[in-house]
């Protein structure tokens, strides 16, 4: 709900802080179901590219879904600028920030029409620089109308890498504060996520938080969050830092290259 007072920033700049944060899906003191994540603390600076890796059922996703407030903490406080997130306009909070699933939902109607969602009075040059950025430009431009081809309902004359290019886009034609990308390139060629993933890291211009199963996807962040399987904050720092420190980051690592690092 709405805070009483609601606080509507100009000029945000996207510094986030978790201070201490708990949260369980249960009863007000999270006791019904145990907790989900318990006792993370972390800050991330401006423009910076964040990775968030750990075990399937550690809570990489509620973590981020605290952000936008589809979840309030259980116990704790998150900070975006300074100001705790439950005292911000909600509609405010929610404009600033870009929440991309791996599930990318696409309505039937053109290519513009469904980049228009995220800013309905985008014109073409910000569709177009959205979709570059989104690498969404590539298949765009070899359909007949281009921004005014049809999509069936759900993308299905889309292929899966496709629709998330597109589910990008339109998250990247708002140019949010905080961009989230909850294994949201899942389907992507390796190529394409590649370019994706620079022109994220290059454009600074946004804090950016990147959910992921596969440590080749965010070993080049600025930053990485571990969530031990309790949901528990086990490492956060650099990729070598953590192939140093995290114990959990290590056996990921290992499971997926076989401990030799390149």
Known sequence: KNPEDPVILDGLKGRIEYRDVSFGYGGIDGQDFGLTLQNISFVIEPGST???IGSTGSGKTTLVQLLPRLYDVTSGAIYIDGV???DYDLKFLREQISYVTQEAIIFSGTIAENIRQGKEDADIREMEKASRL??????????????????????TNLSGGQRQRLSLARAMVREPKILILDDSTSAVDAKSEAKIKANIFDSKKQTTIIIAQKISSIR?????????????LDGYG???ELLEKSEVYKEIYNSQFGGNDD
């Open 50 to 52: 964040v990775g968030v």
């Open 84 to 86: 705790d997130v439950r």
């Open 134 to 155: 989104a690498v969404a430009d590539e298949f765009i431009d070899k359909m007949d109308e281009k921004f005014y081809s049809e999509v069936t309902q759900g993308g």
């Open 220 to 232: 080049n962040c600025d930053k990485i969050i571990v969530l031990d399987n309790s949901g528990r």
């Open 238 to 240: 650099t990729h070598f």
